[in-house]
């Protein structure tokens, strides 16, 4: 499925970047981590053979994490004003995924979506997906 969304990002002939760009939905405050860079690695229970730009889209919900535990146990504070739900956050480039990370964000056993270049964007609704989905960008002057 495509979702067809506006993202405030530059025009230009030779810009390279795609009209239909991957996404992932995370739950918060993890979407938060993930594009303020304090997040370098995303656990999932399967490999994805894609490599590149990867739009973070933030889900409806609440992670069942307390955030005060995701604050202690990672040691950073989150900006709980920062939070929106229910759209486009940001972006990672999607660099690798491993089975063994020295994040303390890793967890064992899982598939570890490895980040880099993270980048927070004006936040866009739109509909999330359980998987990587397809996400086309209307470019704006």
């Known amino acids: 499925m495509t979702s067809s969304i506006t993202l405030h990002r ?5 810009s390279g970047a795609p009209e239909v760009q991957k996404a992932l939905t995370l739950r918060q405050p993890y979407a ?57 956050v940001g972006s990672v480039d999607l660099v690798d995924v491993v089975r063994e990370h020295d994040s303390p964000w890793f967890e064992p056993g899982k598939f570890g ?15 999330g997906e359980q998987w990587l989905f397809n996400v086309r960008l209307n470019s704006r002057s």
């Open 32 to 88: 938060f981590c993930a594009v303020m860079g304090l997040k370098p690695v995303e656990n999932r229970d399967r490999n994805t053979k894609y490599r590149g730009p990867l739009l973070i889209h933030a889900g409806l919900k609440w992670h069942a994490t307390p955030l005060e535990e995701i604050e202690q146990r990672y040691g950073v504070r989150i900006d709980r004003a920062a939070l929106r739900f229910g759209g486009i």
């Open 10 to 14: 530059p025009t230009t002939p030779h």
């Open 113 to 127: 979506w490895v980040f880099a270049n993270a980048r927070l964007l004006p936040f866009t609704p739109c509909r």
